[in-house]
Each structure stands twice: as structure tokens, then as C-alpha cells.
């Protein structure tokens, strides 16, 4: 289950507003506010259906591997090319691009 602080950092990452996450995933702006700010922590579903939403438009949730959790965006096709380009390591393009 991903945390209010992982959702806000998300939403920071793909750059929605909270609205547009509400609209994106049918979860109210105001259940999605008090969740970010620990005022109330919604129930699993809607935990699972606002991380779903934000995994679409490219974040990356990291669950606690003994550094804590965290989230990252992915990287575009064309970014990840690029990258295989600079390191020269060649082969499969990989997880990070994002479809």
C-alpha cells in the first residue's frame, strides 16, 4: 500500500494536480487531500486504485528495501535509448520505458 507522502510525491513527478488525479481515478480530491496530509488514511482500494493511476502516467512506486520507500518516474523511449547509447551496454530497451 503506498503512503500519502508517496502519492504527493507522484503527483509531483507525472506533474497532476490533485484534480486531475481525482478525474484520472475516480477517487474524490478531497479524500486524495486528507490522505497526502495524514488526515485520514482511505481504504485499501482506493489506495490500489490511485497508485494504478499514477503507474500509468509513468510513476514508480519502490516498496521498503531497507532504505524505505520511495517513487520514481519512469524514463521515455527515447531517454532510455539515449542512456543505452551513452553507457554502450546495447540489449533489451527494459522495465523503464514507459508505453
Sequence with gaps: M????QCRAARALVEWTRDKLSSSSGVDALVIEEFERRINLPDQ????TL??????????FIAENGGGVG???KLNR??????GVLENE????GTDAVP
Design 90 to 93: 546495447g540489449g533489451i530497451v
Design 78 to 83: 527515447s531517454e532510455v535509448r539515449r542512456i
Design 2 to 5: 503506498i503512503t500519502g507522502a
Design 71 to 73: 517513487v520514481r518516474l
Design 45 to 48: 482500494d482506493i489506495c490500489d
Design 51 to 60: 497508485q494504478t493511476a499514477l503507474e500509468s502516467a509513468g510513476a514508480v
